[in-house]
């Protein structure tokens, strides 16, 4: 990731309108800003959340609140709680998440 053009800004993330997500189950909330070809987002997933696809995107993700089930494509589970964090590249393993008591998360792609 080159980060170029992007002045420097401070966002209260509380500002930022969120767009909603349905999962199979439950709904995830992004609150995003699109800087050049980065894209930032504080995410919230609902208690009870199951993405409805396996994402093949890179992410760098944080878990600030909660505690957020990674499940790769093949068959590995990671369970990540506050101050943990993983990274992933573009098209590296496929990966979904799911919570049971819902996640707050940081997440860079």
């Known amino acids: 990731m080159k980060m170029v053009g992007i ?5 209260d993330w509380s500002a930022v309108e969120a767009t909603e997500h349905p999962g199979v189950t439950g ?4 609150h995003t800003r ?7 987002r504080l995410v919230e997933y609902s208690p009870g959340y199951l993405a409805d696809h396996w994402c093949s995107k890179g992410h760098i993700l944080l878990v600030l609140e909660g505690e957020l089930d990674t499940e790769l494509a093949d068959g ?3 369970t990540l709680r ?3 964090s993983y990274q992933v590249a573009d098209g590296a393993e496929p990966h979904r998440s799911t919570t049971r008591t819902g996640a707050r998360l940081f997440i860079v792609d």
């Open 7 to 11: 002045p420097f800004e401070v966002v």
């Open 76 to 78: 590995r589970t990671f």
């Open 34 to 40: 699109q800087l050049g070809d980065i894209r930032v």
């Open 82 to 84: 506050p101050g943990m």
């Open 27 to 30: 709904v995830a909330r992004w």
